[in-house]
Nanobody
């Protein structure tokens, strides 16, 4: 059974920092492309940052220079360090794991963790 469990969300003031974690189980973590997505009320889910199994990273323009994605394959954990947070970063943040295997795409999501940036 595959599980992605996010943690680390909360309420923070503008300019503050949070570190999100996503603990994965039931998958060979190192073989999966991992990503953080977010969804704000009334908006579509959007990619925040991705970290491929090959070691490449990418970021949404809105978070470049402020957020850093990392992964620890030994701990089966994905991280998102968020600095200089803005009210527009408020959303539910979801962890995603995806990989191709024998011409089939396997895609898993966590339940999400709420991040609220407000004074």
């Amino acid at each position: 059974q595959v599980q992605l469990v996010e943690s680390g969300g909360g309420l923070v003031q503008p300019g503050g920092s949070l570190r999100l974690s996503c603990a994965a189980s039931g998958i060979i973590f190192s073989l999966y492309d991992m990503g953080w997505y977010r969804q704000a009320p009334g908006r579509q889910r959007e990619l925040v940052a991705g970290f491929t199994s090959g070691g490449s990273t990418n970021y949404a323009d809105s978070v470049k220079g402020r957020f850093t994605i990392s992964r620890d394959n030994a701990k089966n954990t994905l991280y998102l360090q968020m600095n200089s947070l803005k009210p527009e970063d408020t959303a539910v943040y979801h962890c995603n794991a995806g990989t191709w295997f024998e011409d089939e795409f396997y895609d898993y999501w966590g339940q999400g963790t709420q991040v609220t940036v407000s004074s």
